[in-house]
């Protein structure tokens, strides 16, 4: 039976559960795994504190307990990759998260990335994520578009917004590349790329894209 | 009325908080706070795996969020220091960690410190601490004694054991000051002290000694 | 006979000293150690250059030497800790500077601190503490008032000039934490973090509380 | 047409491109792109000093050269990714090298890692490579098994010096994964696993795992 | 015989290495060795791109070859060092790259150095080497006057935008010495220290100065 | 007339600066400026302690004040640099420290260097330098021969000594490069070289070789 690569957007917005899934058009393959994107119900509305992301880490848990059996593997769709360090203590089946795996890729294709973060309130949070990655070095800068929940519903200001981030962090911090700091965003990845002249990682797309090569080699 | 300080011991072992709570005695004040050192009941008997830190990470911050009125601060007594940035989200209470607070404590006592661990397993997600604190240069290195939570009430043998990888943190990294990696274990700090010559951190006492200071300053 | 931990102040500023000293107020404790801040009459009028820095410290030496047997620790309230490890070679009494108890508070209450210095000409000396420290990573960045001691005394000009420092750190560089970096302003503190948002740290009164922890516990 | 990711193997061994190419049968997708591994006629008969690496940069630039219409991706196949920087420079075409692909796997699969390399020489020209990418944190330690090219083809012998170089890695320098230092060795991987009960990077099959995922992306 | 020190010019202006001569007058000694200026006629017009790089390093290791009988030292006189790695290994001739001279001389006149680039695109690259040499904590930044090849020759302008560009580093990244990221230019060394109020490092003069020096030693 | 280049010996050693006078030998040059070694009388025997670095350190600028109007440079020949910050505080004369100089010499002579330092205490302050010269991560690792002044007198168990630390730091710390930790030991650079194949840097010539390459450039 075909194993599934389950895509775990911690947060219970089906809506940007459905904009991860639309990302996933083109990293789908017809020999496999199924990428199956699921909303945990139990998660919060959005993951924007320190208690959101640790109280979805055990929600994502619990989520890969039970379905560990059918799993090809594991990807947190949270730019806090909650629950990671967690996965990867179950043996046999990969695992990765966003944030991780958006930073890694933003290393191939720049020398100094720059994050676009959605709140201020994460930028902390984010540092110690590159710290603990021993990569801090590599970081241009980060920059919030400062936008809540219902504000990002208005598309067109809110990637207006992502624009003028990205280029503060391109002019002012001398970042030549950047990071999507959010998932469900990808359709905004080709203009952000255009109005910044940058090339621009998306970071759900890159973590799945990630986990299917691993998935291939039984790593 | 006069507030506490909690030290709370995120595993359900009754003998590891009686063990803190000794260690407590010299930093009591007669003007207060008073200083509670709690057993979380839904704790994991030991913390060692990254499933039962951000478990116990949830019951920390719950036990914090019920007795939030009377706090003048907390302390987690757990060396992964789970639920740590969850509760700094709370404002108006002062919240450290004792692996945090250990380790600023040893920047003051010696230019590059060994840590004790007790289990290899815990040891890289220690480096993940030291490396988002910004301080992973001035860490000599780490050495696990390798013992059970059943071994390590034979207590002759786990001080022998947190002697040798002293020792050896000494001789073959180049610390100049130990942490130890645990906690509940402060009467082993004299004789380490003295089998290594070199200063020892035990952490409870460091991160409530931090505590109370900051209490008294409101900050 | 009750031990005295020694604040001392190594420019021969008596004004300075005074403000130092009603900083300690909230410190005191009725079980001791007594606090006195002392002034040292053969410092330089303020600590100014890497010279007063030097300068300073064979000073503060010799003040520790000479008061040793009644000291329960010392308290270096220059920024520059002139002296700190020599201090640090007298086995028995605990030695600390206010920059290094400042830079570590700093770490437990935001991910990246900001620095404001007086004088531009310090803030490399600076750096280079930070960078001794192992520490640099977390530095969001230094900005000077740029006052001399003279122009030092109109206060309500300072402050200003701090707040608009204060304000440089947090939306240019980053930081979530601020750091005063001069002793004898405790009195700015407050309206500081209020202007700023942030949480800031008052060197003297970090390193007085961290270094009468120490005393408690004997390390 | 479909199009082709090219393989380069910068030395001219036919036996290395054999190796590596049947380390890729796990990889080769139905959908494509196809994946072909060249041998450089004009390349080294190994690549050992930093002469034969430059000299190697500029065979791989002209193959990429050439090869640039048809081609889907390039990998650079030797561990010390001749080439890479100026490949990036053509626009369109993804880019990766083998050693930077092995340490952002390593970064996913532990905490610290270890290289096993061929040469001592080569050590510090990897280093140069850590501390290029910002990683050098993340890096346990390197050891060379020291063996010339001719001694390789004693597949037993080099594979037990992997295993022990493997495991000092693990042992003194605290490794808890590690990473082969070299092309064409992929039968290896397993074998060094079991033997050191740490997970293991062989590089061709990382960066070409990876190379895939981003063609798939078209990024 | 008297030995010769090579100051290699990898690209093929004889106007840069005009500029190079000029700039050797001061450091010309009467008991040798010789220093003379060469333009490698098979060099690229200017060193921009990463090829430019790589293709350079070739041309300089082939001089070096040819000439290493006579040679007391070699200098790579373009900021991107090509092919210096492949020079040390040459034995008994000491090599140097203007690059890492400047770097290091600046290192000892002031904390944060700033680096003026030509061109913006090479401010990566730089970063590598930042990187490679473990010490970009060092580094202020960057800022690229973004002149081409036939625009620096308006001498005025091209000392105007260094001086904005300095201004900047010093103002905007804290830069307390700056170092010239080209060769050739040693002209505008004063005038922009002078400009500035910071030290100058001319990357030529630094590189030559030390390798005679060494040369001198025989080191 | 001729200026002199001072180089400081702050111990009151008649012996050690006649060690360094005789480095010399091979960086006297006709044109000058004239190098002249000087013990300074009111100096410890030997600097060992922080308290003997510090105190030096005002020796070293006093020294240097007097003769500030002769002076072509300043070079302080101790391995703690004592008062290398204050000299550079003098505008016009440039100052160097042997162990700054040293270090920045290993830098273009190896990747990862070791320290052979004479005592165990003076480690942690090395470190120090090394953290404040943001250049930790190019350190293999330092080793003590822990012998005291007067057992330095024996020149052949001295220099074994020195042969068995360097060995340990090339083959357990990778160490590819080292730095002799004191003045006046210059003629056992190259039987050091020689038993451990490794360049060595002998920093008192390291330091002078500098010094005269910046007095030639008027910086």
Redesign the interface.
């Known amino acids: 039976m075909q194993k599934t690569l389950y895509v775990i957007n911690p947060n219970s917005s089906q809506a940007v559960t459905a904009g991860i899934a639309a990302a996933m058009a083109?990293?789908s393959?017809?020999?496999g795994p199924r990428i199956e994107c699921v909303t945990l119900a139990d998660g919060p509305p959005g993951v924007q504190?320190?208690?959101d992301v640790?109280?979805a880490?055990?929600s994502v848990?619990r989520f890969a307990q039970e379905h560990r059996g059918e799993a090809a593997g594991f990807v947190v769709a949270c730019f806090s990759d909650p629950?990671l360090?967690?996965l990867?203590?179950m043996k046999g089946v990969p695992s990765?998260g966003i944030s991780?795996?958006a930073a890694?890729?933003a290393?191939?294709?720049?020398?100094?990335f720059g994050v676009i973060a959605i709140l201020q309130g994460s930028?902390?949070?984010h540092?110690?994520?590159w710290?603990?990655?021993?990569?801090?070095?590599?970081v241009a800068?980060?920059a919030a578009i400062g936008r809540t929940v219902s504000e990002l519903s208005d598309q067109a200001a809110t990637l207006a917004a992502m624009v003028d981030a990205g280029k503060r962090l391109r002019d002012?911090n001398?970042a030549?590349v950047l990071v999507m700091g959010c998932a469900g965003m990808a359709p905004f990845r080709a203009p952000l790329q255009e109005a910044t002249g940058l090339?621009v990682?998306e970071p759900t797309?890159?973590a799945v894209?990630?986990a299917?090569?691993?998935i291939?080699?039984?790593?």
Chains 1, 2, 3, 4, 5, 6 share one sequence.
């Open positions: 083109p990293l393959r017809p020999e504190t320190q208690h640790d109280r880490a055990l848990h629950g360090h967690m990867r203590e990765f991780e795996c890694l890729t290393l191939t294709l720049g020398q100094r930028i902390a949070r540092w110690r994520t710290g603990a990655m021993g990569i801090a070095q590599r800068g980060e002012e001398g030549d090339p990682v797309q890159a894209s990630m299917l090569g691993r291939q080699l039984g790593w």
